[in-house]
T-cell receptor
């Protein structure tokens, strides 16, 4: 039972490059989320998708786009990466009001 | 609007002594509350959840938490700390009524340090 799978686990980009972070869940959950985690700032919500076909901005959406490709997959895209986007990115999913399940994270460095 | 306050950013205890991580919340609805643990370079793992059943909730690895509506608190405790408990802990409130960000609010986290 894989749960929430994120790819890649690590990535180094140059400023201005683009990249898509992939997330897939196999629990048939309706809601999916993207967070970034920075030292001393906890988890901050970038975007979420309450159900297939819908997406909404979170606390820090600038510089990011998302796609809810189907019920299983929710991708996060950086169109033109900036050093301020160096962070650890987590994807999560959940069903209704139950707790979220988290992936293991993607560690992204932008030089 | 809902909010979560983890009252301590860092807590240090000696191995074998009790652990107390404090969480206060505010919510306009009957919330669900969760505690997660994050070990270094890992994702978040659910420790325990309160979803309007028993107010004393037992979780994994000997942790438990008590939902106190009158005090709007959901403190996490463990009778005897182990070195493997050293991690970051997050308190989360779920308002169960929809709303912004799908009704979820995270605390800023408490870093638990275990002294040998």
């Amino acid at each position: 039972n894989a749960g929430v799978t994120q790819t890649p686990k690590f990535q180094v980009l140059k400023t201005g490059q683009s990249m898509t972070l992939q997330c897939a869940q196999d629990m048939n959950h309706n809601s999916m989320y993207w967070y970034r985690q920075d030292p001393g700032m906890g988890l901050r919500l970038i975007y979420y998708s309450a159900s297939e076909g819908t997406t909404d901005k979170g606390e820090v959406p600038n510089g990011y786009n998302v796609s809810r490709l189907n019920k299983r997959e929710f991708s996060l895209r950086l169109e033109s990466a900036a050093p301020s986007q160096t962070s650890v990115y987590f994807c999560a999913s959940r069903e209704y009001w139950m707790p979220q399940h988290f992936g293991d994270g993607t560690r992204l460095s932008i030089l | 609007a809902q909010s979560v306050t983890q009252l301590d950013s860092h807590v240090s205890v000696s191995e074998g002594t009790p652990v107390l991580l404090r969480c206060n919340y505010s919510s306009s609805y009957s919330p669900s509350l969760f505690w997660y643990v994050q070990h270094p370079n890992k994702g978040l793992q659910l420790l325990l959840k309160y979803t309007s059943a028993a107010t004393l909730v037992k979780g994994i690895n000997g942790f438990e938490a008590e939902f106190k509506k009158s005090e709007t608190s959901f403190h996490l405790t463990k009778p005897s700390a182990h070195m493997s408990d050293a991690a970051e802990y997050f308190c989360v409130v779920s308002e169960n009524s929809g709303g912004g960000a799908d009704g979820l609010t995270f605390g800023k986290g408490t870093h638990l340090i275990i002294q040998p």
